[in-house]
């Protein structure tokens, strides 16, 4: 097969109406690419008149019903190994609402990694990249160390995934399943820049998101995940810093007589993987 990329659009309790990245995803057409849709649960969905609809677009278009909620890190790096010859990978959810730039900044092909920024549909402002501790706001290449992003939008090269291949990790570290996921992809970046790889940042597109941390109080749910997320990120990639944060978080935990988020921050901790990753 010639040059093609491979998206994957991960839906979760949703139908194919309902996703907003694939009802944008779908204005374009990208004849070029192979869509993945993957639904990653809680129950399989039926795709009926989309499926054609959406093969008119696309290259091709393949459907995986996956009730098991499978770890977003597994689920990343099997996507990238099916395709092994795609020449870019783009990672997204179901509620990002796809840009002109964007689709623009999936042909061009000056950069290794594509960041795009991240603006809240709730209030309009930019979230991510992250890059020095601050919201990067201009287009432009981003310096390889202190950079990270969220996974949605993400657009990897097939020169990143090479790199990755020949120090033998994969791109996601599978002991993240939630939170975490997309970061370890920037920490084990920052980590082969030390060992002299070099790596094209770049921020050049925008896309709308619906982001938690905007949209009110958290979940019980999504605070535990958070808890789990500096367990693992602590107990993997340790720093002085890191550990002091934990401390914080498992003290406040308790004080807040939250003892189920406490056990399973400690859990995850000692394990040092997510325990549905174990």
């Not at 795609?86 to 900044?105: E, G, H, N, P, R």
């Not at 950079?147 to 599978?174: A, N």
């Amino acid at each position: 097969m010639s040059k093609y990329n491979a998206i994957v659009v991960v839906v979760y309790n949703k139908t194919i109406a309902e996703s907003t990245t694939i009802n944008t995803l779908s204005n374009y057409f990208l004849k070029d690419s192979v869509l993945v849709i993957h639904n990653n649960g809680p129950k399989d969905i039926d795709f009926g008149s989309d499926y054609e609809r959406l093969k008119e677009k696309f290259l091709d278009v393949k459907i995986v019903n996956d009730i098991s909620n499978s770890p977003l890190s597994i689920l990343y790096n099997n996507f990238i190994t099916e395709y092994s010859d795609a020449d870019k990978y783009v990672i997204l959810d179901d509620d990002s609402t796809i840009t002109d730039s964007f689709i623009q900044a999936l042909r061009d092909s000056d950069y290794d990694l594509e960041l795009p920024k991240i603006v809240s549909r709730t209030d309009n402002k930019n979230y991510y990249p992250i890059s020095a501790g601050k919201v990067v706001t201009s287009e432009g290449f981003l310096p390889t160390q202190g950079t990270f992003s969220i996974g949605s939008g993400l657009i990897i090269s097939r020169r990143t995934v090479d790199i990755f291949d020949s120090h033998k990790i994969t791109p996601f570290d599978e002991s993240f399943a939630l939170y975490g996921v997309d970061v370890s992809i920037f920490r084990r970046i920052y980590k082969l820049n030390t060992q002299g790889e070099t790596f094209k940042l770049r921020t050049q597109s925008h896309l709308l998101h619906s982001l938690s941390r905007t949209e009110g109080s958290e979940s019980a749910f999504r605070i535990k995940e958070r808890l789990i997320d500096v367990a693992v990120s602590t107990r993997r990639y340790p720093t002085f810093r890191m550990h002091v944060h934990l401390l914080k978080k498992l003290t406040l935990t308790v004080l807040n007589r939250n003892f189920s988020g406490a056990a399973a921050l400690v859990g995850a901790y000692f394990y040092g993987k997510h325990p549905r990753c174990r």
